[in-house]
């Protein structure tokens, strides 16, 4: 298959994480919106041009308090930085279908490189003729790297939040007609 360009699903898609609360649970979240741009083979990644952009606003961990806590300049800060970007500048095949995939993370005003696996799960035509294909994807980010060191130390001696925050993706594509 050629290089073509992907638009992203989103109703097929998701982009959740989850972070330590209390060193005893996970909080699980999610963003709802979020956009990206994909050049690529999808059978091989290795030369594909791959950006998104995440709305911040969007995030929901199912709790109106901590979301809107979240969004203000304890975390966030989302009035200065309202997106997460990032852009793929290594792709790098590891095993059948599965890439590490490196690229630049901006997020609070800091740029870092970060690597996610990625692997690529098919591509079907739907019922109307549509070419659908299908990706998921794992990483983490440390959320001190980015300046967002908001928390509280606990009277056992431990933090109220983490510093790992694991990311999931799951995203469906479709194909573009060719201009």
């Given at each position: 298959?050629?290089?073509?360009?992907?638009?992203?699903?989103?109703?097929?898609?998701?982009?959740?994480?989850?972070?330590?609360?209390?060193?005893?649970?996970?909080?699980?979240?999610?963003?709802?919106?979020?956009?990206?741009?994909?050049?690529?083979?999808?059978?091989?990644?290795?030369t594909a041009e791959i950006e998104f952009a995440i709305d911040l606003e969007s995030v929901d961990?199912?709790?109106?308090?901590r979301d809107a806590h979240l969004r203000t300049a304890d975390f966030f800060d989302i009035e200065k930085f309202p997106q997460l970007l990032f852009k793929a500048?290594?792709?790098?095949?590891?095993?059948?279908?599965?890439?590490?995939?490196?690229?630049?993370?901006?997020?609070?005003?800091?740029?870092?490189?970060?690597?996610?696996?990625?692997?690529?799960?098919?591509?079907?035509?739907?019922?109307?003729?549509?070419?659908?294909?299908?990706?998921?994807?794992?990483?983490?980010?440390?959320?001190?790297?980015?300046?967002?060191?908001?928390?509280?130390?606990?009277?056992?001696?431990?933090?109220?939040?983490?510093?790992?925050?694991?990311?999931?993706?799951?995203?469906?594509?479709?194909?573009?007609?060719?201009?």
């Open positions: 298959m050629a290089a073509s360009t992907w638009i992203i699903d989103t109703a097929h898609s998701s982009l959740d994480f989850s972070i330590r609360h209390l060193m005893v649970s996970n909080v699980k979240g999610t963003f709802h919106h979020f956009s990206a741009k994909v050049v690529a083979d999808p059978e091989d990644l290795t961990t199912r709790n109106k308090d500048n290594q792709i790098v095949r590891t095993k059948g279908d599965e890439y590490a995939v490196t690229g630049d993370v901006t997020l609070h005003g800091v740029t870092r490189s970060e690597t996610f696996s990625v692997t690529f799960e098919g591509t079907e035509k739907d019922p109307w003729g549509n070419i659908k294909t299908g990706f998921s994807g794992k990483g983490a980010l440390n959320r001190s790297d980015y300046g967002l060191t908001y928390n509280a130390v606990l009277e056992t001696g431990g933090i109220m939040v983490g510093d790992q925050v694991k990311i999931s993706i799951e995203l469906e594509a479709s194909q573009q007609p060719e201009a």
